[in-house]
């Protein structure tokens, strides 16, 4: 006959086990949406026969937690950048006066221990670039090039955040917004590497 007496505190670890796990399961079903808002700047570039400017960066972000446990999750994300004003300098006076900036990028988060203090995280997807080029040139007359400018973009980058409460997280992160190039109304080839750098809040809910 098996000895109850001794089988008792297996009985009691597999039970506080499953209530650990339940309980687990339920902090991350709570967590199951972020929404972040972040604020920063996107840096300046040096490109052939002229400077574009670097920007304010207003940054907002959903995402849905899609797959994962305690120790790695995955989310799918939607981010939308913007840019109000970068300025343009040259020596080229026919060149676009400034522009304004817009990523619309869906696309994949890892978050790295996401129940953690602190919960690192890499972000990578592709989607949209509009460039708004402004009506005039460096030298006050009317700007030759098209008003707006659409491009692919492709999208990389990652952060940390950084629980307050169960509920709100403070956000730091770095994305590479990697466009074609705006309508400069003067040669300039290739593709450019938009570089923000932005930091603010992440508000999480569950179902």
Do not use: C
Not at 49 to 67: C, E, H
Not at 92 to 118: E, H, I
């Amino acid at each position: 006959m098996p000895d109850l007496p001794r089988s008792r505190p297996i009985i009691r670890v597999i039970v506080r086990l499953a209530a650990a796990s339940w309980w687990n399961s339920l902090a991350l079903l709570a967590q199951q949406h972020e929404f972040g808002f972040t604020l920063g700047r996107l840096a300046s570039q040096q490109l052939p026969q002229l400077k574009w400017g670097g920007g304010a960066a207003l940054q907002l972000q959903y995402g849905r937690r899609l797959a994962g446990g305690a120790g790695v999750a995955l989310f799918g994300d939607v981010t939308i950048l913007a840019s109000p004003l970068r300025e343009v300098s040259s020596n080229n006076p026919r060149a676009t006066r400034d522009v304004a900036s817009l990523y619309l990028t869906p696309g994949l988060r890892v978050k790295v221990a996401p129940q953690s203090k602190v919960a690192p995280f890499v972000a990578f997807g592709g989607g949209w670039a509009w460039y708004e080029q402004s009506t005039e040139r460096l030298d006050g007359k009317p700007n030759e090039a098209p008003r707006n400018a659409h491009r692919l973009a492709l999208m990389r980058g990652g952060g940390v955040d950084v629980r307050i409460r169960r509920w709100l997280a403070a956000r730091v992160e770095a994305r590479d917004f990697y466009t074609g190039s705006p309508a400069f109304n003067i040669s300039v080839n290739g593709r450019r590497h938009n570089v923000a750098v932005t930091g603010g809040v992440v508000r999480r809910w569950g179902r």
